[in-house]
């Protein structure tokens, strides 16, 4: 049953890639409302999703990294939803999109989906801790998108490039200021995620703390260098893509090296 | 059954010293008046001048000429410029009008405005009927309908408004950008005009000339600058518009890289409009620097010129279902109808645009 709520909601988002293409395809660009409607749509099935689950392990469904992945793509979703708007930002959808369809899609495909072996217990600190720390990744992952949106944006204006539906990408400026907003929201929330982890009464993983720490070091540095005004927007923007991706793949390779939950 | 027609005269029939005689056509009320019009409108844009009137017998298009010309002016050659359409035809090329597929620039948004203008005019001295008032409103959604569905309008086309583009596209809000112009020419005034009507207000003028530096100054609402200070001034600036005489490049790669690590965060668009080339190509290479010179800045402007001339097929045909249902609702469902491509059929050709040219 709860699979196919997700079915459903990756399907909304996969109208919303195809409503893209098309868009492209006819040099048209207009995708900004569909594509709001399309992730709006698919993030309502993706909470019935996440309630399903929730309610029939008791706790946050964040136990192996299929729930880590939908909460991923949820929380991105979200920060879209939430952000999207108030930035007015056109084509951001349509980028959001196909990165919230390939999350799912994948989460979908891989076997992934190992239900933990022990029932684990409601520990409110873990699950605030958790939840706050995707959340963040949702927005370190908007932050992204609006990377690999001014790294289009740039490429087209340095090479004279400007004929394609892209060129309705929003000015670099309204472009980099997003990111930082997003990057210091995303700090904010993974900082309380952080700090909410050593309350979690248990022993603190070694592993996970190494990497929780990488990343918000990595991400600390960013904003540091914006703030002291040495970095270029677009070296900012390269590191926004390349650090959510980084910080994916270590959200994958805890998975493997630790006993416990993912998160 | 009352008859719809336009009378008119535009730049794809008449050159603009036939069109002057006819620029300053007279009001509604006498043009009813002495033509025996029911009801007319008067559109007279610097490209043309149409009478849009509607009448239940036919109005001879020798008394509309007779009341537009200024003065007795009217030469016998004019009667060849004029053209007119009728029933379904006026409805269609009212819709090419203020769909911006007539003018002269295509896709132009200013002529819906003006038709707007024209409307309103006609409507407050009382020569709207409900005729003309279903028409033109019929036509300002034909228009939304274009400027939404089709690409008509998109992409600057020329030099001035091609460089004010690209500056949004790189600082979004102008109104707190500096800029910088060096060489005070025809064409960086057209761009500075184009800047300043987006919002810039700290313009600084730098020329040889220090007098010519102040009028042009003058003439942008900026300032003059010395000459030799340009270069402590491109280092504050974030837009650039160069155009001088040097023979040599003034900006080269060894002056800008340091300049720009000083301000990592800050880009600067260069506009060179100067020949031979003030900037050296490549400077475009540095980070934070976005360097156009005249030829990328006109390639753009043509390109977006193709565009919209692309977009033509696409717009024709949101008209033709437009001009399909207006038609029928007006009774002229019995006339032939017209596809888009008979409408136009050689595209931009205006020429050969003239469905009854007298």
Same mark, same amino acid.
């Given at each position: 049953m709860d699979r196919q709520l997700l079915i459903v909601s990756t399907l909304c988002y996969f109208a919303g890639v195809v409503h893209t293409l098309l868009a492209i395809r006819d040099r048209i660009s207009r995708p900004r409302r569909f594509n709001f409607f399309a992730i709006g749509l698919g993030f309502l099935f993706q909470t019935a999703f996440l309630s399903v689950r929730g309610h029939a392990l008791g706790r946050c469904p964040l136990t192996n990294l299929f729930e880590v992945f939908i909460f991923l793509a949820w929380s991105v979703a979200l920060i879209y939803l939430l952000v999207g708007p108030a930035y007015r930002l056109s084509l951001m959808g349509a980028f959001t999109a196909p990165l919230v369809f390939g999350l799912q899609t994948f989460a979908l495909i891989a076997p992934i989906d190992v239900p933990h072996q022990a029932r684990l217990p409601a520990n409110p600190w873990l699950e605030f801790h958790a939840s706050m720390s995707m959340v963040a990744y949702g927005a370190f992952a908007l932050a992204c998108v609006a990377g690999v949106m001014y790294l289009v944006q740039e490429r087209q204006l340095k090479t004279h490039q400007l004929h394609s539906v892209f060129s309705r990408l929003p000015p670099l400026s309204n472009l980099f200021a997003a990111i930082t907003r997003l990057l210091w929201l995303g700090f904010a929330l993974y900082t309380a995620g952080l700090i909410g982890g050593f309350f979690t009464g248990g022993p603190l993983p070694r592993v996970k703390m190494i990497c929780a720490f990488g990343v918000w070091l990595f991400y600390g540095a960013i904003l540091q260098g914006r703030h002291l005004h040495r970095l270029a927007p677009k070296r900012v923007a390269l590191l926004c893509v390349l650090g959510f991706g980084a910080a994916v793949s270590v959200l994958w390779a805890i998975n493997f090296v630790s006993q416990g939950p993912p998160v | 059954?009352?008859?719809?027609?336009?009378?008119?005269?535009?730049?794809? &029939?008449?050159?603009?010293?036939?069109?002057?005689?006819?620029?300053?056509?007279?009001? $509604?009320?006498?043009?009813?008046?002495? #033509?025996?019009?029911?009801?007319?409108?008067?559109?007279?844009?610097?490209?043309?001048?149409?009478?849009?009137?509607?009448?239940?017998? &036919?109005?001879? !298009?020798?008394?509309? &000429?007779?009341?537009?010309? +200024?003065?007795?002016?009217?030469?016998?050659?004019?009667?060849?410029?004029?053209?007119?359409?009728?029933?379904?035809?006026?409805?269609?090329?009212?819709?090419?009008?203020?769909?911006?597929?007539?003018?002269?620039?295509?896709?132009?948004?200013?002529?819906?405005?003006?038709?707007?203008? #024209?409307?309103?005019?006609?409507? $407050?001295?009382?020569?709207?009927?409900?005729?003309?008032? +279903?028409?033109?409103?019929?036509?300002?959604?034909?228009?939304?309908?274009?400027? !939404?569905? !089709?690409?008509?309008?998109?992409?600057?086309?020329?030099?001035?408004?091609?460089?004010?583009?690209?500056?949004?596209?790189?600082?979004?809000?102008? +109104?707190?950008?500096?800029?910088?112009?060096?060489?005070?020419?025809?064409?960086?005034?057209? !761009?500075?005009?184009?800047?300043?009507?987006?919002?810039?207000?700290?313009?600084?003028?730098s020329n040889r000339?220090?007098?010519?530096?102040?009028?042009?100054?003058?003439?942008?609402?900026?300032?003059?600058?010395?000459?030799?200070?340009?270069?402590?001034?491109?280092?504050?600036?974030?837009?650039?518009?160069?155009?001088?005489?040097?023979? $040599?490049?003034?900006?080269?790669?060894?002056?800008? #890289?340091?300049?720009?690590?000083?301000?990592?965060?800050?880009?600067?668009?260069?506009?060179?409009?100067?020949?031979?080339?003030?900037?050296?190509?490549?400077?475009?290479?540095?980070?934070?620097?976005?360097?156009?010179?005249?030829?990328?800045?006109?390639?753009?402007?043509?390109?977006?010129?193709?565009?919209?001339?692309?977009?033509?097929?696409?717009?024709?045909?949101i008209i033709a279902a437009h001009v399909s249902d207006f038609r029928v609702r007006l009774g002229y469902a019995r006339e032939s109808p017209a596809s888009p491509a008979s409408v136009n059929p050689r595209g931009l050709d205006g020429g050969a645009f003239r469905a009854s040219q007298l």
């Amino acid at each position: 049953m709860d699979r196919q709520l997700l079915i459903v909601s990756t399907l909304c988002y996969f109208a919303g890639v195809v409503h893209t293409l098309l868009a492209i395809r006819d040099r048209i660009s207009r995708p900004r409302r569909f594509n709001f409607f399309a992730i709006g749509l698919g993030f309502l099935f993706q909470t019935a999703f996440l309630s399903v689950r929730g309610h029939a392990l008791g706790r946050c469904p964040l136990t192996n990294l299929f729930e880590v992945f939908i909460f991923l793509a949820w929380s991105v979703a979200l920060i879209y939803l939430l952000v999207g708007p108030a930035y007015r930002l056109s084509l951001m959808g349509a980028f959001t999109a196909p990165l919230v369809f390939g999350l799912q899609t994948f989460a979908l495909i891989a076997p992934i989906d190992v239900p933990h072996q022990a029932r684990l217990p409601a520990n409110p600190w873990l699950e605030f801790h958790a939840s706050m720390s995707m959340v963040a990744y949702g927005a370190f992952a908007l932050a992204c998108v609006a990377g690999v949106m001014y790294l289009v944006q740039e490429r087209q204006l340095k090479t004279h490039q400007l004929h394609s539906v892209f060129s309705r990408l929003p000015p670099l400026s309204n472009l980099f200021a997003a990111i930082t907003r997003l990057l210091w929201l995303g700090f904010a929330l993974y900082t309380a995620g952080l700090i909410g982890g050593f309350f979690t009464g248990g022993p603190l993983p070694r592993v996970k703390m190494i990497c929780a720490f990488g990343v918000w070091l990595f991400y600390g540095a960013i904003l540091q260098g914006r703030h002291l005004h040495r970095l270029a927007p677009k070296r900012v923007a390269l590191l926004c893509v390349l650090g959510f991706g980084a910080a994916v793949s270590v959200l994958w390779a805890i998975n493997f090296v630790s006993q416990g939950p993912p998160v | 059954m009352m008859n719809l027609f336009c009378v008119g005269i535009s730049h794809h &029939t008449a050159k603009v010293e036939t069109r002057e005689r006819y620029a300053l056509p007279r009001s $509604e009320e006498v043009l009813r008046a002495e #033509s025996g019009c029911d009801e007319a409108l008067i559109l007279a844009t610097c490209n043309r001048v149409e009478v849009y009137g509607s009448a239940a017998a &036919t109005v001879a !298009t020798d008394r509309i &000429t007779d009341c537009l010309v +200024r003065g007795g002016a009217k030469t016998p050659e004019d009667a060849g410029v004029f053209y007119r359409y009728e029933g379904g035809e006026c409805v269609r090329h009212l819709f090419r009008v203020v769909s911006g597929l007539d003018s002269m620039v295509i896709g132009e948004t200013d002529i819906l405005g003006q038709v707007k203008k #024209s409307y309103a005019n006609a409507r $407050e001295s009382g020569s709207v009927g409900p005729h003309l008032h +279903r028409l033109f409103q019929r036509a300002f959604r034909v228009a939304k309908q274009v400027r !939404t569905r !089709t690409e008509i309008t998109r992409g600057a086309v020329s030099v001035g408004s091609v460089a004010v583009d690209l500056a949004v596209k790189i600082f979004g809000d102008l +109104r707190d950008r500096r800029v910088l112009i060096l060489g005070a020419g025809e064409t960086s005034e057209r !761009t500075a005009r184009a800047l300043n009507s987006r919002g810039v207000t700290d313009i600084r003028v730098s020329n040889r000339s220090f007098e010519r530096a102040e009028s042009l100054a003058a003439v942008v609402r900026g300032r003059a600058i010395s000459f030799h200070e340009w270069s402590r001034q491109c280092a504050e600036v974030d837009i650039l518009i160069s155009s001088t005489a040097a023979e $040599e490049p003034l900006l080269t790669p060894n002056v800008l #890289s340091p300049m720009m690590r000083e301000r990592p965060d800050r880009p600067l668009f260069i506009i060179d409009i100067a020949v031979p080339r003030d900037v050296a190509p490549e400077v475009n290479e540095i980070d934070g620097v976005f360097l156009y010179d005249i030829d990328s800045l006109q390639a753009i402007a043509e390109e977006s010129l193709a565009l919209r001339r692309q977009q033509i097929a696409a717009a024709e045909v949101i008209i033709a279902a437009h001009v399909s249902d207006f038609r029928v609702r007006l009774g002229y469902a019995r006339e032939s109808p017209a596809s888009p491509a008979s409408v136009n059929p050689r595209g931009l050709d205006g020429g050969a645009f003239r469905a009854s040219q007298l």
